[in-house]
């Protein structure tokens, strides 16, 4: 099993940054990939960004690119996401999740997943 957890979540005006943290523990070495997803309220969960653990190769949500960057910290099993000029339309639970596959955008393909930080973006 892996376990993560995120942090680094809140409450931001627009134009803010943010830096959301996902620490992976347990099995880590069975994981090739992170990525970061978003649910808004009645909406499905979207893919943000991934990161390839070895290699560091990124993939990002055409919403989110130019905005945020992901990153991993290998020697502290950590994944990171820094969001600039955030948008009211940002404002999502955040996931983080890890995948023993290759990049993806659908949910389904990841199998281990955090709890979830609130991120709020005011207008």
């Known amino acids: 099993q892996v376990q993560l957890v995120e942090s680094g979540g809140g409450l931001v005006p627009a134009g803010g940054s943010l830096r959301l943290s996902c620490t992976a523990s347990?099995?880590?070495?069975?994981?090739?990939?992170m990525g970061w997803f978003r649910q808004a309220p009645g909406k499905e969960r979207d893919f943000v960004a991934g990161?390839?653990?070895?290699?560091?190769?990124?993939a990002y949500a055409d919403s989110v690119k130019g905005r945020f960057t992901i990153s991993r910290d290998k020697g502290k099993n950590a994944v990171y996401l820094q969001m600039n000029s955030l948008k009211p339309e940002d404002t999502a639970v955040y996931y983080c999740?890890?995948?023993?596959?290759?990049?993806?955008?659908?949910?389904?393909?990841?199998?281990?997943w955090g709890q979830g930080t609130q991120v709020t973006v005011s207008s």
């Open positions: 990161i390839i653990w070895s290699n560091g190769i990124t």
């Open positions: 347990g099995r880590t070495f069975r994981t090739n990939v």
């Open positions: 999740a890890a995948s023993i596959g290759t990049i993806a955008s659908r949910a389904d393909d990841y199998r281990y």
